[in-house]
């Protein structure tokens, strides 16, 4: 197993890409290759840019991943209010990804602040 997959974050947001990845399987053909791959490729990134930043020996490294993640985030709530607005989501399940991606940016904002106080490396 390697580190990044014991994160609660990581795991977090790797099901939460998975529940956006069914959304945009219920797209027309027609937005699956726009809004749609612009969503699903947002939604991979959160947890893509935790497992790099992992990776980094500096925690100011790793800090921005996750700050890159979270941008990832912003991203994805944009185009699920575009989708909703298009009403290729319902609002319910709006509703229900907006919830948890509020929930996936705090968790983001307190995973970032405590890599602050980590400060293992010495240039930082």
Same mark, same amino acid.
């Given at each position: 197993?390697?580190?990044?997959?014991?994160?609660?974050?990581?795991?977090?947001?790797?099901?939460?890409?998975?529940?956006?990845?069914?959304?945009?399987?219920?797209?027309?053909?027609?937005?699956?290759?726009?809004?749609?791959?612009?969503?699903?490729?947002?939604?991979? @990134?959160?947890?893509?840019?935790?497992?790099?930043?992992?990776?980094?020996?500096?925690?100011?490294?790793? @800090?921005?991943?996750?700050?890159?993640?979270?941008?990832?985030?912003?991203?994805?709530? @944009?185009?699920?209010?575009?989708?909703? @607005?298009?009403?290729?989501?319902?609002?319910?399940?709006?509703?229900?990804?907006?919830?948890?991606?509020?929930?996936?940016?705090?968790?983001?904002?307190?995973?970032?602040?405590?890599?602050?106080?980590?400060?293992?490396?010495?240039?930082?």
């Amino acid at each position: 197993m390697f580190p990044f997959e014991k994160l609660d974050i990581w795991q977090r947001s790797s099901d939460f890409a998975d529940r956006v990845y069914d959304v945009v399987d219920a797209f027309p053909a027609k937005e699956r290759f726009g809004l749609g791959l612009q969503l699903s490729r947002a939604a991979t @990134s959160i947890s893509a840019n935790i497992a790099e930043g992992s990776s980094r020996i500096s925690t100011r490294d790793f @800090s921005r991943f996750v700050e890159i993640a979270y941008g990832s985030l912003c991203e994805v709530v @944009s185009h699920l209010r575009i989708a909703k @607005s298009r009403r290729l989501v319902t609002a319910e399940r709006h509703q229900q990804l907006y919830l948890e991606a509020d929930e996936l940016g705090r968790m983001l904002t307190g995973f970032r602040t405590s890599l602050g106080k980590w400060k293992t490396d010495p240039a930082e």
